[in-house]
């Protein structure tokens, strides 16, 4: 099958196995053509429990999936392709948060989303790049430590110097590779560009660019401003869906290392051999760890709104 016929069987095969297809930002683009939502991390959760479907199908990373299974465990839920991690949730562990809770036993724990749902069961409540400013700042805690994130926990604390962090991870190894000179470079080369980056990136970045958001932030922005010219200090992908989306406009990659390999290991393939069922993996968990890690997940979104 071509492109174009595999996306067609897609389409046909969701309708007829009631599956719903869930793409993050960083996906292809050929996988948002077949998606029924595209989105940043916060939205795909909400998609998770206002998707009439009873199957899901998630194109993105591990910890996604995770949150769709914890917010509707009545779902079968599936992640397109079983090698997709983030290597950022892997970095601590729940072990790893209860030791930092006995050293720091007045703060409150918030935990980024790109996390493993059994971390998730140890903290108060999780952000998205897109919701944290909102909740962290409708809390009345005024101690947080923040993990696994430090770029965007030091983001964050710059806007809310009423309150104290501490940080704890080292945050995203393809976002720590945008520095402060591909900034100064790209002012060199584009001086008319806006500047628009994700918080992953270290302060030395999000410090001195125009404007800082979630994936869907980013476009956003991209598509109102009456600027023509642009530089993406996000996964590159980000760069490729604006050419598409606005042809009239100019995009250009902020560093051409800022690439995640598992946002990009899935395929078209994958979902379709994932609806067949001969690739990808249904995600489970028990009731325990649903119970558990879906706390502070309900606390993000009635916090996030
Ligand atoms: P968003 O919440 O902005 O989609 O980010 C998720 C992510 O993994 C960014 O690296
Ligand atoms: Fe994880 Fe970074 Fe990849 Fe996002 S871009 S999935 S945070 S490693």
Redesign the pocket.
């Known amino acids: 099958m071509n492109k174009k016929e595999l996306q067609a069987e897609i389409m046909r095969l969701k309708k007829e196995k009631d599956i719903c297809i869930l793409a993050?930002a960083?996906q292809d683009h050929e996988l948002w053509e077949v998606a029924d939502y595209m989105g940043d991390s916060y939205g795909l959760s909400l998609q998770a429990e206002e998707a009439p479907q009873k199957n899901v199908i998630m194109c993105?990373?591990r910890?996604m999936a995770e949150t769709v299974k914890t917010l509707a465990p009545e779902k079968r839920v599936f992640l397109a392709n079983a090698s997709?991690?983030?290597?950022?949730?892997d970095q601590l562990t729940r072990e790893d948060v209860l030791k930092l809770k006995e050293k720091y036993p007045d703060h409150t724990v918030c935990a980024?989303i790109?996390t493993t749902a059994d971390l998730k069961r140890a903290v108060d409540v999780i952000v998205t790049s897109s919701s944290a400013i909102k909740i962290i700042g409708n809390m009345p805690d005024d101690k947080i430590l923040f993990v696994p994130?430090p770029n965007l926990g030091g983001w964050i604390a710059e806007q809310m110097p009423e309150k104290e962090f501490v940080f704890s991870g080292e945050?995203?190894?393809?976002?720590r590779k945008i520095t402060a000179d591909d900034v100064k470079k790209a002012r060199e080369l584009h001086p008319d560009a806006e500047i628009l980056v994700?918080p992953?990136c270290m302060a030395e970045v999000t410090k001195i660019v125009d404007f800082a958001g979630s994936t869907t932030g980013i476009m956003k922005y991209a598509k109102e401003s009456e600027k023509t010219e642009f530089v993406i200090g996000?996964?590159n992908s980000i760069v490729d869906h604006l050419k598409i989306e606005c042809p009239e406009k100019n995009f250009y990659p902020l560093s051409p290392k800022?690439v995640?390999?598992?946002?990009r290991i899935t395929t078209l393939e994958d979902v379709y051999g994932c609806i067949m069922g001969t690739s990808g993996e249904e995600i489970f968990l028990s009731p325990q760890e649903i119970e558990e890690s879906r706390k502070p997940i309900d606390r993000m979104i009635e916090l996030g709104g």
């Not at 945050?171 to 976002?175: K, L």
């Not at 995640?260 to 946002?263: G, I, L, R």
């Open positions: 993050h960083y993105g990373v910890f997709a991690g983030c290597p950022m949730a980024y790109n994130d945050g995203c190894p393809s976002h994700h992953e996000t996964e800022c995640c390999d598992d946002m």
